[in-house]
C-alpha cells in the first residue's frame, strides 16, 4: 500500500501550520494561514434510512443530507473548514463541533454562543481544523431527540503526514430504540430515562446499518476510528483476540499501548483510534463484542477473513501520532475548583462512601458495582435529592444547579482567567456513569480516585464512574462562555450542564 504522496498543497498547509505555531498559538489565527478552504453543504431534514437488514423496512429518522450518519467531513491539519448548515427540520437547530477547538461563536450552542437556526433558515460556521484528530458533529438545540433520530456525522482531521496502514476506516457507531414497526420509538425525554442511565436502545448500527459482517483479510493494518454517537450507550469492545492498540483518544494522540482491562470502553462522544492488526486464519470469523453492560453481551460485528491473506505477519510500521498543539497545563499555578454530580434515582452518595472500591478507570457495571451500604448512601442526603428532583422537575445537578438549556439563561458557573492552568475535581456522587464534556478545550486527565493516571491522556470528555472522583488540568486558552456537561443527553436535558467562562 503506497504511503499518499504528499500533495505540494499539504506541504504549503504544514509548511504554514508549523510557521503560524512558532509565532503564536494556533487558536488566534482565524483564517491566517495560506491552507486550503473546505467548503461544505449539510441540510438537516427527515428521511428515510435503511438501519436493519431486510426483511425489515425503512425506518423514519432525521438526517444531514439524506443519510445516517451525516456525510464524513474529511480535511487536512491546518485547512480552514465553512460549513453551510440549512435546517430542513420541524424545529430550531444548531450543530456544535464537539471535539474540536472553535473560536466560540462557532461552538453552535443555542442561546450562549448563536441563536438556533429557525426552521427553513441558515448558518454558515467557519473555522481552521486546529487538530488532527478524530471528532464528529450534532445538534446541541434538543440532542435528546436530535441526536437520537441520526443527526450526526464524522470529522476526519488528517495529519499533514498520516501514519502509515492498508485502510483507515470510520465506524460511527449509533443506538436506536426501535419498535417492532422498526419506527424509532417517541418517547423521547421521558422521565424514566433522564433519572437512570439515559436513553439506551436495542439497535447498534455502524456507519447507520446494522451490520453483519466486516470483510478483512490476514495480516492487514487497519486503523479504526470510533465514534461513539449514541445518546446514552456505553460501549466495552472485546476485539476477539485481536489485540487492538490505541494510539489516539478524543481525537488526540497517545503513546500506543493496549487498553486497560484488554476491551475498548467508549462513553458517548468519546473517540478512540485504534490499530488493529487483522491477525485471524484465512477463512475464519470473529465477532467484536460489547460487554459493558453485564449479562446483555452484544454481537457488534464480525471481522470475516477473505481466503487469501493480504501478508503473512503484521507489519511493523511506526503508529505513534504526531502531538497537536496543546498547550500544557502548569499544576504549580493552576487554580482549583471543585465540581460534585448529584441527583438521579438511588439518591446520592456522601463523602465518606466515595472512592473506596471503584478502581481507576474501572468501568463497572450499571448498578453492579454498588455496595449496599453505599447504595443507601446517607439517608437525609438521598431524600434531599428526591426532595429537590420533585419540587423542581430537575433530575441532575452541577454543584447543586440543575441547569435548563429553554430558560435562555446561563449564569455560568465557573469563571476560569484567560491563558492560565486550571484543574477541575470532579467528584461522581450518584450511582450512574457521566461522561463529562468540556466546550472549546481538551484537557488531561490527570487523576482518578487520587492516583495520578498513567498516560495523562487528552480528552474532551471523561467517563465518570459511580462514585469516582476525576481530575483533568487544561489552559483556559480559548476566550468565551463554554458549555460543561455529561454526555448522557437524557442527563444533559435533566439538567447536568453548565457555563464555564474563559475571560
Ligand atoms: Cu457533543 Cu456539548 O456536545
Ligand atoms: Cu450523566
Not at 293 to 304: F, N, S, T
Request: proline share 8%.
Amino acid at each position: 500500500f503506497p504511503m499518499p504522496a504528499l500533495t505540494r498543497r499539504a506541504f504549503v498547509a504544514s509548511a504554514a501550520a508549523g510557521a503560524a505555531s512558532a509565532m503564536l498559538p494556533l487558536l488566534r489565527q482565524p483564517g491566517a494561514n495560506a491552507a486550503a478552504m473546505r467548503e461544505v453543504r449539510l441540510r438537516a431534514a427527515p428521511g428515510r434510512t435503511q438501519l436493519a437488514p431486510e426483511p425489515f423496512g425503512e425506518t423514519s429518522a432525521w438526517c444531514y443530507n439524506g443519510t445516517v450518519p451525516g456525510p464524513e467531513i474529511r480535511v487536512r491539519q491546518g485547512e480552514r473548514l465553512r460549513v453551510a448548515v440549512e435546517n430542513g427540520l420541524a424545529e430550531e437547530t444548531t450543530v456544535h463541533w464537539h471535539g474540536v477547538r472553535v473560536p466560540n461563536a462557532m461552538d453552535g450552542v443555542p442561546h450562549l454562543t448563536q441563536a438556533p437556526i429557525a426552521v427553513g433558515e441558515r448558518f454558515v460556521y467557519e473555522f481552521d481544523a486546529v487538530d488532527a484528530g478524530t471528532f464528529w458533529y450534532h445538534p446541541h438545540q434538543r440532542g435528546f431527540e436530535q441526536v437520537g433520530r441520526g443527526l450526526y456525522g464524522p470529522l476526519i482531521i488528517e495529519e499533514p503526514e498520516p501514519i502509515r496502514v492498508d485502510r483507515d476506516v470510520t465506524w460511527v457507531l449509533g443506538d436506536w430504540r426501535l419498535m417492532k414497526s422498526g419506527e424509532i420509538s417517541d418517547d423521547f425525554g421521558n422521565r424514566h430515562d433522564i433519572h437512570h442511565n439515559g436513553r439506551v436502545g436495542n439497535t447498534v448500527t455502524i456507519n447507520g446499518r446494522v451490520p453483519d459482517s466486516f470483510a478483512v483479510r490476514k495480516g492487514e493494518r487497519i486503523r479504526l476510528r470510533l465514534i461513539n454517537t449514541a445518546n446514552a450507550r456505553i460501549f466495552s469492545l472485546d476485539f476477539a483476540g485481536h489485540e487492538p492498540i490505541v494510539i489516539a483518544l478524543d481525537g488526540q494522540p497517545v503513546s500506543p499501548h493496549a487498553p486497560d482491562g484488554g476491551q475498548v470502553v467508549l462513553g458517548p462522544a468519546m473517540r478512540a483510534d485504534l490499530i488493529v492488526d487483522m491477525t485471524g486464519e484465512p477463512g475464519s470469523r470473529a465477532s467484536i463484542v460489547d460487554r459493558f453492560y453485564q449479562g446483555l453481551e452484544y454481537r457488534l460485528v464480525d471481522l470475516a477473513y477473505a481466503d487469501a491473506p493480504l501478508r503473512e505477519r503484521a507489519p511493523d510500521w511506526p503508529m505513534e501520532l504526531p502531538a497537536n498543539p496543546l498547550p500544557e497545563p502548569d499544576l504549580n499555578t493552576a487554580s482549583r475548583n471543585e465540581v460534585v454530580l448529584t441527583g438521579g434515582m438511588m439518591g446520592e452518595m456522601v463523602a465518606q462512601d466515595m472512592g473506596e472500591s471503584v478502581g481507576p478507570g474501572a468501568p463497572g457495571g450499571m448498578m453492579g458495582d454498588m455496595k449496599p451500604g453505599g447504595m443507601m448512601g446517607d439517608m437525609n442526603s438521598m431524600m434531599g435529592g428526591m426532595m429537590r428532583m420533585m419540587n423542581s422537575g430537575a433530575a441532575w445537578f452541577i454543584n447543586g444547579v440543575a441547569a435548563d438549556e429553554g430558560s435562555h439563561v446561563m449564569k455560568p458557573m465557573l469563571t476560569l482567567a484567560r491563558d492560565k492552568s486550571h484543574v477541575i475535581a470532579m467528584t461522581n456522587a450518584t450511582a450512574w456513569h457521566h461522561p463529562m464534556h468540556l466546550h472549546g478545550h481538551s484537557f488531561r486527565v490527570i487523576s482518578r480516585n487520587g492516583q495520578p493516571t498513567r498516560r495523562r491522556e487528552w480528552q474532551d470528555t471523561v467517563l465518570v464512574s459511580p462514585r469516582e472522583k476525576v481530575e483533568i488540568a487544561f489552559v483556559a486558552d480559548n476566550p468565551g462562555d463554554w458549555m460543561f456537561h455529561c454526555h448522557v443527553l437524557e442527563h444533559q436535558a435533566g439538567g447536568m450542564m453548565g457555563v464555564i467562562r474563559v475571560a
